[in-house]
Structure formats: structure tokens, C-alpha cells
């Protein structure tokens, strides 16, 4: 690494220790254990997680589970993007570093899995029921989260464009478990 590209990289991690350090200023002033807000973010994890343990369908809990850490992982990736480009932004947390884990550890991992469960089971078409899903969260769960304070969109994000990408990011989750379904089938 050239000296100029170590001081670049150096003042870029000192940046962002400072960016942490004051955003947990922030969590400890605003979004503390004592703030409606932060119950609200810890009831938005945990109530979904008890809620799929109960309804995982156990036969098929590894195929209805590998579904779900997907759409968790595409939208812990998008939202982390989303953040650090200044879209959006999570208010009140219920971990000062983790901003959107509520959302996309829980609620939207969780009611998609159920969604794509319920589908399986019952011979309907996922397409369909992914696209009523994400109108519900595009259109209903986030302008509800927007007026309650607990999420900000800026520069040029709307609706349809969160609608977008919830729906992306449920077609892609259902298509990456569909071709590793079809991959364990042809190891097997």
C-alpha cells in the first residue's frame, strides 16, 4: 500500500470510528431503553421470531429457513447500501450500530417466509402473493413506520421505488432457494 492510500484508508476508519462513536451518542440521547420507539423496534423483532417458531412448518424448516436468511441477508445488504448512500435512515434503534435489524432480521424475513410457506402448501402461486406482500410493505408498512418516525427516506426514494425492491428482493430470494433446491436434488 502506498503511503498516500494508507493516510486515504487510515482517515477513512477513523472517519467511520467516529461516525460509530457518535451514532451511539445519539442511540444513548434518543433511541434508549426508556423511549417508546426503542420497544417498538425491540417488539418488531421479537414478536415475528416467536411467531415463526411457532409456525414453521418443521418438515419443511431447513427449505421454508434457507428462503428466509436469504431475503435476510439481500435486505440487510441493500438497506446497509441504502443507509451509507444517504437514502434512508432508521431513527430510532434498537442497536446503535445495527439500524434496520428489526426489519430485516424479522418482520420482512418473517412474513415472507410465512407468505412462501402458505404458498407451498397450499399449491398457490408465489408470484403473486410475493407482489400482494410487497404492495403491503411498500405502500402500507413503510409510510406507517415513516409517519410513526421510525424511518426517513431522502434524495429521490419513494414508495415505488421501496415497493421495487421489496419485490426484487423477494423474486430474487425465491429464485437463489429454487436453484439450490435444484442443486442439493442433483448432488443427491
Same mark, same amino acid.
Given at each position: 500500500?502506498?503511503?498516500?492510500?494508507?493516510?486515504?484508508?487510515?482517515?477513512?476508519?477513523?472517519?467511520?470510528?467516529?461516525?460509530?462513536?457518535?451514532?451511539?451518542?445519539?442511540?444513548?440521547?434518543?433511541?434508549?431503553?426508556?423511549?417508546?420507539?426503542?420497544?417498538?423496534?425491540?417488539?418488531?423483532?421479537?414478536?415475528?421470531?416467536?411467531?415463526?417458531?411457532?409456525?414453521?412448518?418443521?418438515?419443511?424448516?431447513?427449505?421454508?429457513?434457507? !428462503?428466509?436468511?436469504?431475503?435476510? *441477508?439481500?435486505?440487510? +445488504?441493500?438497506?446497509?447500501?441504502? /443507509?451509507?448512500?444517504? #437514502?434512508? %435512515? $432508521?431513527?430510532?434503534?434498537?442497536?446503535?450500530?445495527?439500524?434496520?435489524?428489526?426489519?430485516?432480521?424479522?418482520?420482512?424475513?418473517?412474513?415472507?417466509?410465512?407468505?412462501?410457506?402458505?404458498?407451498?402448501?397450499?399449491?398457490?402461486?408465489?408470484?403473486?402473493?410475493?407482489?400482494?406482500?410487497?404492495?403491503?410493505?411498500?405502500?402500507?408498512?413503510?409510510?406507517?413506520?415513516?409517519?410513526?418516525?421510525? !424511518?426517513?427516506?431522502?434524495?429521490? *426514494?419513494?414508495?415505488? +421505488?421501496?415497493?421495487?425492491?421489496? /419485490?426484487?428482493?423477494? #423474486?430474487? %430470494? $425465491?429464485?437463489?432457494?429454487?436453484?439450490?433446491?435444484?442443486?442439493?436434488?442433483?448432488?443427491?
Amino acid at each position: 500500500m502506498s503511503s498516500n492510500q494508507d493516510k486515504f484508508f487510515n482517515k477513512l476508519v477513523a472517519i467511520q470510528g467516529d461516525l460509530t462513536r457518535q451514532g451511539i451518542e445519539y442511540w444513548q440521547q434518543y433511541s434508549h431503553l426508556g423511549t417508546w420507539q426503542f420497544w417498538t423496534v425491540t417488539c418488531l423483532l421479537i414478536l415475528p421470531l416467536m411467531l415463526v417458531y411457532f409456525k414453521i412448518d418443521r418438515k419443511l424448516i431447513f427449505h421454508i429457513g434457507f !428462503f428466509g436468511f436469504t431475503v435476510h *441477508v439481500l435486505f440487510s +445488504y441493500v438497506d446497509a447500501a441504502g /443507509i451509507r448512500f444517504g #437514502l434512508w %435512515a $432508521y431513527p430510532y434503534q434498537l442497536i446503535p450500530f445495527i439500524p434496520s435489524l428489526s426489519l430485516d432480521a424479522a418482520i420482512i424475513p418473517v412474513t415472507i417466509m410465512l407468505v412462501y410457506q402458505w404458498t407451498l402448501k397450499n399449491n398457490k402461486n408465489y408470484y403473486l402473493y410475493a407482489l400482494l406482500t410487497a404492495l403491503a410493505f411498500g405502500f402500507g408498512f413503510k409510510p406507517l413506520l415513516v409517519a410513526h418516525g421510525l !424511518f426517513q427516506k431522502y434524495e429521490w *426514494v419513494n414508495y415505488i +421505488y421501496i415497493f421495487l425492491i421489496y /419485490i426484487t428482493l423477494f #423474486l430474487l %430470494a $425465491y429464485w437463489l432457494t429454487r436453484v439450490f433446491r435444484w442443486m442439493n436434488k442433483k448432488g443427491a
